[in-house]
C-alpha cells in the first residue's frame, strides 16, 4: 500500500515518525534563512480530522488507487448512520446524527485518513510552484 501513496504521506506509516517531518520543516527554515530568502510554510489544523471526512471525497480517494467498490462500499457502510451523544458533567445528551467522518478509534481509521489526504500530498507534489524537495529517513 506505501508505495501507492506519495512519499510526502507520512502520517502513521510503518517506518515515518513526526521527528521526519519537524527535521524536514527545519532544515527548510535553515536553508532559507541561510539564502536570506523569503519562504513561507503553510500548516494546517487538524484537530477534529476524522470528524471532517468527507464520505464522498473518501470514495474518490479509494478510487484513485482502484480499490474494488465492494470493499469502498463496505467501508464507507461502516460510518454511514452513527448517532453520536456528548457527556457533559454526568448527563448524557440526547443523541444526534453524524453526518460527516469516520469514527476515532476504529482499527481502519488511521489508514483511511491517509487514504483521504493523499490526493493533497499528490497535489502538492505536482505544483510547479517551485519549492525545497527533501526526505529524510530516521
Not at 487514504?115 to 529517513?137: C, H, K, R, S, V
Amino acid at each position: 500500500m506505501t508505495n501507492a501513496l506519495q512519499l510526502n504521506n507520512q502520517a502513521g506509516i510503518a517506518g515515518s515518525s513526526t521527528a521526519e517531518i519537524i527535521l524536514t520543516i527545519q532544515t527548510c527554515i535553515d536553508i532559507n534563512l541561510a539564502q536570506n530568502k523569503k519562504f513561507y510554510i503553510m500548516v494546517q489544523d487538524l484537530s477534529k480530522a476524522y470528524d471532517r471526512i468527507n464520505l464522498d471525497l473518501l470514495i474518490t480517494a479509494m478510487d484513485r488507487l482502484d480499490l474494488p467498490k465492494i470493499f469502498q462500499m463496505t467501508i464507507i457502510n461502516l460510518f454511514k448512520g452513527h448517532k453520536n451523544s456528548v457527556i457533559i458533567g454526568d448527563h448524557l445528551t440526547n443523541s444526534f446524527d453524524l453526518t460527516t467522518g469516520i469514527i476515532q478509534g476504529e482499527v481502519i481509521s488511521p489508514i483511511l485518513w491517509v487514504l483521504y489526504y493523499d490526493p493533497l500530498f499528490e497535489a502538492i507534489n505536482n505544483t510547479m510552484t517551485g519549492g525545497i524537495n527533501l526526505q529524510a529517513n530516521i
